[in-house]
């Protein structure tokens, strides 16, 4: 068990372009979230995935956010026309249904997103 | 929509000694879990404790235990024989039994002095 991977760890962009984080489960989870977290707050939800299915999205996820996981395994995060306001942690989790763990979620160190 | 309410900012405490955090939740569901996470500084978030909601039995991880009081809708992390390595962010978290997503408190900045 390697746990929940993201790269790249730390990304610098300049206002109004794009950027795309991914995020590699630990390799048994179907379920993937994403969680956005500014400076001194708790992380937010924004997007889960069940296998490939996009199943829930939150208001945070503006049009210009669009997230992917095409064969159910590693997903994308993907920010168009990047503002300041988008500067964040972005976190992926994931977790796996059944046993005793009731959907226990795993978190990866997170991508840090500066936007000047 | 369930809130999830941290009024500690930061607390500190002297190695070996106990803490509590505190942390408080809306929500008019009865059937749902209460999670609390540990964030160290530049590390990733770990789950430290888990409590379900139809429980009444505070849950236990070794040196940290929960005050899990339903009526009150109210759900304390105690630490006991604090460690250096406790020093993080913990942030309390709500999750409904029927939905998948965590709904975090604003985190409380645990300081551990030696």
């Known amino acids: 068990d390697t746990g929940v991977s993201q790269n790249p760890r730390h990304k610098i962009t300049k206002r109004g372009q794009n950027v795309t984080f991914r995020c590699d489960p630990i390799?048994?989870?179907?379920?993937l979230y994403w969680y956005r977290q500014t400076l001194g707050q708790g992380p937010e939800f924004l997007t889960y995935?069940?296998?490939?299915?996009?199943?829930?999205k939150s208001r945070l996820l503006s049009d210009r956010f669009s997230a992917e996981r095409p064969k159910g395994s590693f997903s994308t995060l993907e920010i168009q026309r990047t503002e300041q306001g988008d500067s964040a942690m972005y976190l992926c989790?994931?977790?796996?249904?059944?046993?005793?763990?009731?959907?226990?979620?795993?978190f990866g160190p997170g991508t840090r997103l500066t936007v000047t | 929509a369930q809130t999830v309410t941290q009024s500690q900012p930061e607390m500190s405490v002297q190695e070996a000694e106990t803490v509590t955090l505190s942390c408080t939740y809306d929500t008019s569901e009865s059937d749902y879990y209460l999670f609390w996470y540990k964030q160290p500084p530049s590390r990733q978030m770990i789950l430290v404790i888990r409590q379900e909601a139809y429980k009444q039995q505070n849950a236990t991880e070794n040196r940290f235990s929960v005050n899990f009081q339903k009526a009150a809708k109210s759900f304390s992390l105690k630490i006991s024989d604090s460690q250096l390595g406790d020093a993080a962010m913990y942030f309390c978290a709500y999750r409904s039994a029927g939905a998948q997503k965590l709904v975090f408190g604003q985190g409380t900045r645990l300081t551990i002095n030696p």
């Open positions: 390799s048994e989870h179907n379920r």
């Open positions: 989790a994931s977790s796996s249904p059944g046993g005793t763990t009731t959907y226990e979620q795993y």
């Open positions: 995935f069940q296998n490939e299915a996009q199943l829930e």
